[in-house]
């Protein structure tokens, strides 16, 4: 069966630091993977999506970026944290074909100080 | 674009009672499909149910089903004989039928549902 990983569970922050947030998924090949972000009390903010290793789209301006470095592995990073990047960040993934839903992962709570 | 809208912030139902949570959505495609998610105080997104636009039987799941109007682009969630567990955020989500970079899901903001005694 598919797994899907994300870590760490929680993450705090100062301004202007640095950002690593890993997504792995284990059991399937080819996966579509996702990136989105949930401000307290909100919904499902898509921030980037990858149907391929290399293959990163952004759905909004902003100061992270990702990265698809092997087809299973997703990441998140930012050079330089910002008062706003402050949420919960989840990651996703599903199958290239559109009748299945997405998975999700358990979730990164960041706060940033 | 699509969107989906969820007009109820929160909702509040008694154990083992019924409760129907609203989701409307826009969209000019005419296949497509349907999510609800339910997201407890764990912050896990869990998948409740789903549903095919092209099929006209509205979706079981236990005591989780939908009525499906395609008509009147309306999903609502039915949770029937509610418990204590069910209390959560549930979001509706709409997903294009084409796939790649088209597979992306959009989402309502969200209602609150809580189980009373």
């Known amino acids: 069966s598919q797994t899907i990983h994300q870590w760490p569970a929680t993450l705090v922050q100062p301004v202007g630091s640095p950002l690593s947030l890993e997504c792995t998924v284990e059991?399937?090949?080819?996966?579509?993977l996702y990136w989105y972000r949930q401000a307290a009390g909100r919904g499902l903010q898509l921030l980037f999506y990858?149907?391929?290793?290399?293959?990163i789209s952004s759905e909004v301006p902003q100061n992270l970026s990702a990265s698809r470095p092997q087809d299973r592995q997703f990441i998140l990073s930012s050079k330089k944290l910002l008062l706003s990047d402050s949420g919960f960040y989840l990651c996703?993934?599903?199958?290239?074909?559109?009748?299945?839903?997405?998975?999700f992962g358990d979730g990164t709570r960041l706060s940033i100080l | 674009a699509q969107t989906v809208t969820q007009s109820q912030p929160e909702m509040s139902v008694q154990e083992a009672e019924t409760v129907t949570l609203s989701c409307t959505y826009d969209?000019?495609?005419?296949?497509?499909?349907l999510f609800w998610y339910k997201q407890p105080p764990s912050r896990q997104m869990i998948l409740v149910i789903r549903q095919e636009a092209y099929k006209q039987q509205n979706a079981t799941e236990n005591r989780f089903s939908v009525n499906f109007q395609k008509a009147a682009k309306s999903f609502s969630l039915k949770i029937s004989d509610s418990q204590l567990g069910d209390a959560a955020m549930y979001f509706c989500a709409y997903r294009s039928p084409a796939g790649g970079t088209a597979s992306k899901l959009t989402f309502g903001t969200g209602t609150r549902l809580q189980v009373t005694l």
């Open positions: 059991g399937t090949s080819n996966p579509n």
């Open positions: 969209t000019s495609e005419s296949d497509y499909y």
């Open positions: 996703a993934w599903s199958p290239d074909y559109s009748n299945q839903p997405q998975h």
């Open positions: 990858s149907v391929g290793i290399g293959q």
